[in-house]
């Protein structure tokens, strides 16, 4: 991502009086206090790009290629949450798929408590990968349902060799408590569980690994409102007890808000605006940042509700003709930490 700064002082154009960012103020969630400022970042992604071959015909030859994460720069600190956002389709997944080895990039580097992953050979990019791990919209599917809770739990513990062998029953009933579930939910299956119960269950699992990053890929989007607030507070909760990084991927703005220290919008595979949670919520800079924010449901009954502005299908595909060679978008800085892509 090529930063092009402005001067200091240069006037803003800022939204923060009008418009979607004014409406939302209803809903605004006390300040989280960002940890960025200490040391380097846990994570560096610069210039990340991952693309799809599209194939057809007979002989299954590549007709096109959809890019899926086009030169995608940003950090990470320890003890933050960034979140990605952006709607169906811009490539939060696949993001979140290469950092964790789970797609192969096409450019970029991905630099991990000081080491690049890219182009690491398998066992030291997998020793490198248990501490980041991934959870899901889907607990259901992330859990073997013939296996119990106990025995999902302990599963990549023992994989990794974790504690020793007699003490994972102990270890895996200590996370269960850690995540509001007790000893008595050692020997139940997924299904005995409720939805909230078993994401519960996966961060447990995730947590068994002692990862330093936990990529959560919409990982409250399938639950109620009640039990998403729950399950976001024992994320949060973790976050400050185990000094976690999350990079938490969602398309919902109210829980985004809730939950991050920074925000990172993404359109078609590209990050178009970053900054701090509040600065893109309260002063958002580009079109479609403004876009997505004015969708956002309003809690307020007096407050009438505008038509949605952004449509699924107002948003071009990211599939290219093969040899297709992106533009390089440029940044302004509009306040600190705040970089918004220009719009031609
Ligand atoms: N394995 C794949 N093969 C081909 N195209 C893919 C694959 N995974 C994702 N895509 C495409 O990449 C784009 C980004 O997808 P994704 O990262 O899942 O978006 P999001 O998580 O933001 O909804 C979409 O156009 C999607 O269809
Ligand atoms: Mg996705």
Redesign the pocket.
Known sequence: MSRAKTPRGQKKTGAAKTGPAKRYKAAKAPSRATPRANGTPLLKVDGLSTY?D?TGGFLSRPLAR?H??EDVSFDLARGETLALV??????????G?TLIGL?TPVAGSITYENEELIGLKNDRRKAMCRTMQMIFQDPYSSLNPRMTAGSSIGEPMRVHGIVPKVEVRDRVVDLLRKVGLGAEHYDRFPHEFSGGQRQRLCIARALGVQPRMIVA?EAVSALDVTIQAQVINLMMDLQSELGLSYLF?S?DMAVVERISHRVAV?YL?RIVEIGPRRAVFEDPQHSYTRKLLAAVPVADPTVKRKKRELMADEIP???RPLGYVPEKLEFREVSKDHLVALEH
């Open positions: 799809f599209i959809v899926a994460v952006g709607e169906s389709g811009c490539g939060k997944s696949t993001t798929r797609e890929d991927i398309h993404m595979g595909s990211a599939a």
